[in-house]
């Protein structure tokens, strides 16, 4: 069984390509997440765990979904992290979340698709995305292949820079980095309550007409990247960059999109 979570649509795209070739059924966590519920799962085949990399790392969100469901029958555990760049030694973190649950680990398979994180970096134009999410559907369909076959994903070489990205920034990144304050709507809102519905932690509500920004937040950044009138601005730092969303996977070959080389 396939479980996601996704913000801004890359690990949905990964979860539904791996979903299609290994005929295998597909489940949102965010929906999860979002409704505060719990429960277990039960599976024949391995289960394979696709999200974003926050900070070097699985999302926290994400990582305390795993551990508080039951996934039953079967104990094999793969997963794939979308990410704009690397994962660091997210892989460490994961096997250790792994020992904890029981699951027996087959690795992290990094998959480089367009960074959404526009607090602070600029998202690729459409162009440039189409073209990341080309070379990411090939390395998709090779961690596939893995999963067929029963492989371990190849493991990842990381040295110290790594482990320290994934820990001490990792917890500085929660700790300093995700404040809510400056996210505001500007005069394009036009009120459709899209932002308060995608947000996985029901941070967002709307006053007057406008949305407003609790403190539970996760910088995920559905809101921001997911707002149709481009109304939501994190302070300065997002102005007049591009907002991402990845496309959905398509079913049949020739719609979706080709790598290229
Ligand atoms: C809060 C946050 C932190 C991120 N940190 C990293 C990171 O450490 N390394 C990286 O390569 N990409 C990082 N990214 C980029 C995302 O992992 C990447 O764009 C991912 O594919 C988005 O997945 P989604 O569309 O399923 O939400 C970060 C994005 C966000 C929102
Ligand atoms: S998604 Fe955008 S337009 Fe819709 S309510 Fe939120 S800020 Fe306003
Ligand atoms: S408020 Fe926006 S960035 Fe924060 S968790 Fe909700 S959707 Fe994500």
Redesign the pocket.
């Known amino acids: 069984m396939i479980i ?11 979860a539904h390509l791996l979903a299609d070739q290994l005929n295998e059924p597909i489940t949102d966590a965010g929906a999860w997440i979002k409704n505060n519920q719990k429960g277990e799962f039960y599976s024949e085949t391995p289960w394979v765990f ?8 699985m ?1 926290h969100i994400f990582a305390d979904f795993i551990r508080q469901t039951r996934f039953l029958d079967n104990q094999e555990a793969y997963f794939v ?8 030694s ?1 892989d460490q973190e994961i096997a250790a979340l792994c020992k904890e649950k029981g699951l027996h680990f087959h690795g992290v398979w ?8 526009i ?3 600029p998202a690729p134009d459409p162009n440039k995305s189409r073209q990341i999410l080309g070379k990411a559907a090939d390395s998709l369909t090779k961690a596939a292949e893995c999963i067929r076959s029963g492989k371990d994903f190849p493991a990842i070489k990381h040295g110290w820079l790594d482990r320290f ?1 994934s820990s001490i920034i ?1 917890q500085g ?1 929660y700790r300093f ?2 404040k809510t304050a400056p996210f505001h709507a500007t005069d394009s809102c036009i009120s459709c309550g899209k932002c308060v519905r995608v947000c996985p932690l029901n941070n967002i509500h709307m006053k007057n007409g406008r949305p407003v920004w609790g403190n539970n937040c ?5 809101c921001l ?1 997911g707002c149709p009138s481009v109304a939501i601005e994190y302070g300065k730092k997002t102005r007049g960059k591009n907002r ?3 496309p959905d996977y398509q079913k049949k070959p020739e719609d979706n999109i080709k790598g290229e080389k």
């Not at 996760?218 to 559905?222: E, G, K, L, P, Y």
């Open positions: 996601y979570f996704s913000a801004t649509g890359n690990s949905r795209y990964a696709v999200s974003p990399t926050y900070s070097w790392q999302p992290l979308t990410c704009g760049g690397e994962t660091g997210a990094p998959a480089v698709m367009p960074d959404n994180y607090i602070m970096f990205k990792n990144f980095q995700i996760t910088h995920c950044t559905a990247n991402y969303q990845c």
